[in-house]
Each structure stands twice: as structure tokens, then as C-alpha cells.
């Protein structure tokens, strides 16, 4: 089992930066590539960003040149920098974990409880 627990959402003015952290626990040997994901009201959820072990990382498009991805392995822990927000931007922000078991690989295996990101004009 891996327990994954955001941090650093919050209530940030057009412009502004937040970051967010996710901290794993539990049988984070198993841990291959994470991500980030987000649901606005009303709509589906959707990558914002996602990195591999190695460090390889991709992005949503309406993210590009905004928002960095990053990874602390020796801490398990995985950080979305977040700049020049938007009120589009505005959405809960949930952390998720491949898991990678010998033979079988495992993607969006476990996720954590989201994190509020509030977006005002």
C-alpha cells in the first residue's frame, strides 16, 4: 500500500505561485512515475503533469512554460511549482503514483485526497 498526502494548496490572486507537495508513504519501493492531475467543477479530471523516476517529465498544454514538475526520491516526495496562475487554474489538485511490480506496471495506482487551488481575479 502507498499513502499519498498533498500539501500547499490554497487561495492565490491572478499571477501569484503556489506549491504543491506530495509526500509518499508506505511501500514506496514500488513507486514508478508520478503525477499531477486536476478537476475543476463541472469538468473531467485532467493531467497537468507528470514525471517519470528517471526524471522525464510532460505537461497539459495550458501549463506549458508555467508550472514545473519536480521529485525528491530519497524524501519520496513529488512538488508541482505553480506560476503566473489563472483563474482557469482554479480546480482540486490531487497527486497519484504509478507502481511498478516486476512484470506488471501499475499506472494512476493510488492517489491522494486533492488539495484545493483557488484562483481569484
Known amino acids: 500500500q502507498v499513502q499519498l498526502v498533498e500539501s500547499g494548496g490554497g487561495l492565490v490572486q491572478a499571477g501569484g505561485s503556489l506549491r504543491l507537495s506530495c509526500a509518499a508513504s508506505g511501500s514506496t519501493f514500488s513507486i514508478n512515475a508520478m503525477g499531477w492531475y486536476r478537476q475543476a467543477p463541472g469538468k473531467q479530471r485532467e493531467l497537468v503533469a507528470r514525471i517519470t523516476s528517471g526524471g522525464s517529465t510532460n505537461y497539459a498544454d495550458s501549463v506549458k512554460g508555467r508550472f514545473t514538475i519536480s521529485r525528491d526520491n530519497a524524501k519520496n516526495t513529488v512538488f508541482l511549482q505553480m506560476n503566473s496562475l489563472k483563474p482557469e487554474d482554479t480546480a482540486v489538485y490531487y497527486c497519484?503514483?504509478?507502481?511498478?511490480?516486476?512484470?506488471?506496471?501499475?499506472?494512476?495506482?493510488?492517489w491522494g485526497q486533492g488539495t484545493q487551488v483557488t484562483v481569484s481575479v
Open positions: 497519484n503514483a504509478d507502481l511498478y511490480l516486476g512484470s506488471i506496471y501499475l499506472r494512476n495506482a493510488y
